[in-house]
């Protein structure tokens, strides 16, 4: 793993210290070079045998046709979604999701903000990338789509965005600094597939250009992309993925919806997850699966980590839709501050129908430690999803031990947290406006002595609305409230015995309201205009924040 810092630090006030950006985005890239060696090694050496079984026809049917091969359509590609899930996840198994772009939001906001989603281990259901164009190559139309297509990819999508901003608080803190941002952001993503490998890959980079120098040239990326190996049909595969982008640095606080430049780090995930199906009757499986993940902070003040996680389990297809099923989980943690086994039996069910999507599962945890100390705990996971004639609506919840957010709210404790979130979202299109509210609930709890940590509950709405045939507008609106708990920081060992001191409670309520105008002048090229204003009346660091963006961003 990495060990040396490449994210910004701040000094006493407030200033931020970078290294080298060639040599910051040099380490980032490398991340992402180092994942496509490793699928490329993968598909090498699994081609020979796979390709071999995929050149002989079913009974009954024709030959696959070559993806290099010239002339007629792109193969169409199949309804089974290719991209692999962000975790092995014994309870409860995400809905995979298409890839998405990461980039800073220049332009008028889309959506109320959301909560963040909660990654909890088992459950994590990670960040996704959304493509904002898809297209389908086809075999003429000149060199470029002639390339893509002889070397198998499906559709490609690229796009740039310039923006220009001014923030009026761009650290966040009651000591104002403002400045006027200029923004690059040129992404792509694209996909490929053929008989042996399923691969999906969006990125996306940042550069911010501070003109009164509040903080020096930035550069973020952004990484999401996955693939899957077929070793043998559908039985057998192997699901690789890695996803660099930011994350906040405050448990009580999600401020990568507030600012790109304040109080936020990156995080590198990266899983390996090779996963069987056998097949037992006509409806009995037997699931067995192993998961590497790795965890990888530059920040200093945040904790690098590794899970290794089995899991296996007897599933169940009722002919109503139903599928039990029925496991155990065995999950090892390694980092650089905590040690620990996690053990639990589950019992999992899920549905799905044409308006409804349910998933439920629970399951009893013990957690042993190295330093000798045990926690046991109920662990838990289930949504309920359901949509029709333009209304959607979902609710969620969850609760395990934290295996993802190893940040400030984790150092100086002797245990891991427990996170416990609840979520409800709901949509609606109506023939003039689409409205969409959310409510959220997120609580950190100490695994061993239960102690309160800290929560985040609040609301957000947005509603979109069109002006005219080219033009809409987008409010936004939310109200949060974030507490911390009271927890303890060592101030002395002496002998087999830690002396802690007490850091007490503190609270804040922020709220946030946003309004932009978006003006399509087609051929995919789009301009907008926001405004945005925060304000947060935090005990500790109470601040205020005014933002203008005026963006334009062409799709290719």
Partial sequence: MPGTTTMDDMNDEGVPMTMSEADNFGRRTGRAGITFFLMTAITLLLWSPVRAESEQPAAGSSSPQNAGTTGGTVPSVSPEPATPEPTVSPLSKPPQSPIKVITESVGAPSAAPTPPTTVIGAFAGGSTLDLTKSIELP??????????????????????????????????????????????????????????LDWNLGSSLDYRYYARG????????????????KVYRD???????????????????????????????????????????????SRIRFNPQYSYTNYWYPSKSSQNHQNHSVTA????????????????????????QFNYNQNYPFLRIKYASDRITLTG????????????????????????AYQLSGTSFSLATSSDVDQASYLESSINRSAPQIITSYSGNMSHEFKIMTVSLSIYYRENTDSLTSDFMSRRFGASGALTHPISSRMSGNLNVRFERSDQGAYYQPVMVL??????????ASHSLLSQLGYGVTYSFGHDLVASCSYSYINSNSQNNPYSDNKIVLSTSKSF
Avoid: C, H
């Fill in 313 to 336: 389990d007897f599933s169940y297809e009722l002919p109503a839709g139903f599928i039990p099923a029925l496991g155990y989980n065995f999950v090892r943690s390694e980092g650089q």
């Fill in 235 to 281: 039985y057998a595969n192997i699901l690789i993925s890695d996803t660099y982008s930011q994350t906040s640095q405050s448990s009580s606080v999600d401020y990568t919806s507030l600012s790109s430049s304040a109080n936020v780090t990156d995080l590198n995930t990266f899983r390996i997850n090779p996963r069987l199906e056998i097949p037992l009757s």
């Fill in 214 to 229: 509040s903080r020096n040239e930035d550069l973020s990326y952004g990484l999401n992309t996955s693939g899957r190996v």
């Fill in 495 to 504: 002998g087999n015995t830690t002396l802690y001191q007490p850091v007490y």
């Fill in 361 to 384: 599962a629970v399951g009893y945890s013990r957690m042993d430690l190295d330093s000798g100390k045990t926690s046991e705990s109920m662990v838990w996971d289930a949504s309920i």
């Fill in 139 to 196: 075999r003429s139309g000149g060199l470029p789509s002639l390339l893509f297509t002889t070397i198998g990819v499906n559709w490609l999508s690229t796009s740039l965005g310039l923006g220009q901003s001014y923030d009026s608080n761009v650290f966040l803190t009651s000591n104002k600094r403002s400045d006027f941002i200029t923004t690059l952001s040129p992404a792509a993503a694209l996909k490929y597939s053929n008989s042996l």
